[in-house]
């Protein structure tokens, strides 16, 4: 599906429902008119959706032969990204529990002896430091695709 196409069909989707509508919502209140207006929403609504699926369909014989070829490394590609978004939001989740329970323990240790805060930050950036490795983690996986 060429780019002109897809405006196209973009173009039409989007004005079958603004048309109708903001005509209907800038004072029409007619109900007649506002069956009206949902019978031409419809109308062109369905007609640009077979209008796209003709075009997607077109040449078809041809994307099948660079689907089956593109299938192979699309399968890694998706693993390898959907890899890097697990690690990622894994260690944030884990980091984020993990800076919960550590910083409202320092708190807790600061308000009664003040002389803690040094030894409680470092355990508060300890658990921060998970997240980070886990970007890391992530950059690395990307890296490599």
Known sequence: MTL?????LIAALILSIIIPFGYYLLGEKKKGRYKAALAVNIFFFFGACI???????????????????????SNATGLGYIAAALVTGLSCIGGGIA???AASAALGAISEDS?????????????????LYGLIISFMILGQL
């Open 4 to 8: 002109a196409s897809r405006l196209i």
């Open 115 to 131: 002389s803690v805060l040094g030894k409680s930050l470092i355990f508060v950036g300890l658990a921060e430091g998970v997240c």
């Open 51 to 73: 209008i796209g699926s003709i075009m997607m369909f077109q040449g078809a014989d041809v994307q099948a032969a660079d689907a089956a070829a593109e299938a192979a490394a």
């Open 99 to 101: 800076v919960a329970s």
